[in-house]
């Protein structure tokens, strides 16, 4: 069976400033010729899961995430990709069978990014492009929304930044959409292109951002090991 690799062009792990050396990120771009491959690397529970998924790119999705992360946890554990302990979590989400190891999964249009790392983390892609003006109101408290009227770009990228950094955060606490975006509050750099976050003011985060392809990714870590108690 052929890696699974980045497509040229989507691997922008180099450009995340100051990411630290236990995350890998894996970008994929979907393409009809991999889908047998990609569904060959299912447990029996992906399976059956992807049996019932009757829309066509949330097939793609399921497949190919599982793929990107499938393929990060196989080299972190030395494996092949078909034998990477993934299991459902009761969130929703993905648990990794391992100690210390920790995944994420997102999608947008036909593309699937996948990260893992040795502390809680969470990623995000969202497609630059004008939003449903009640977003705004959505993501930040009446405080926080001078926030991204001085960020230094225009609205539009200002709100979908923070709303990918905020869903990051909030899969990183694996509290998901169960939680308003409200519960997190930011502090972002732009020219550094990194940020940190609070939930329910002790749980802290590191973030990293890019913006590649048209869309903002964001990736949020838990920045102390304590958290991990709480989180897993």
């Not at 009757?54 to 995430?65: E, I, V």
């Not at 100690?99 to 593309?111: F, Q, V």
């Not at 694996?174 to 997190?184: I, Q, V």
């Not at 976050?197 to 838990?222: H, I, K, N, P």
Request: with cysteine; net charge positive; aromatic share 8%.
């Amino acid at each position: 069976m052929q890696p699974i690799t980045p497509q040229p062009g989507v691997d922008c792990a180099a450009r995340l400033t100051a990411l630290p050396p236990d995350i890998s990120l894996r970008w994929l771009v979907w393409q009809d010729a991999d889908a047998a491959r990609f569904e060959a690397l299912l447990s029996e529970e992906e399976a059956r899961r992807l049996s019932e998924i009757r829309h066509t790119r949330a097939r793609q999705h399921f497949m190919l995430g599982r793929a990107a992360l499938r393929a990060l946890v196989g080299e972190r554990l030395g494996v092949k990709p078909v034998d990477a302990p993934l299991n459902r979590a009761a969130d929703g989400g993905v648990d990794i069978g391992a100690e210390e190891i920790y995944g994420s999964i997102t999608h947008a249009a036909n593309y699937a990014v996948a990260v893992v790392g040795a502390k809680p983390i969470g990623v995000d892609l969202e497609r630059i492009q004008p939003r449903a003006h009640g977003l705004a109101k959505f993501i930040f408290l009446p405080e926080e929304r001078a926030m991204y009227d001085l960020l230094p770009v225009d609205r539009t990228r200002a709100v979908v930044l923070c709303w990918t950094l905020k869903e990051a955060v909030l899969k990183a606490a694996r509290f998901g959409l169960r939680y308003s975006a409200k519960a997190c509050r930011l502090v972002i750099d732009y020219p550094a292109q990194r940020a940190q976050a609070t939930v329910q003011g002790d749980m802290r985060f590191e973030c990293r951002f890019v913006e590649q392809a048209g869309f903002y990714l964001s990736l949020a870590w838990a920045d102390r090991t304590a958290v991990s108690s709480r989180i897993r």
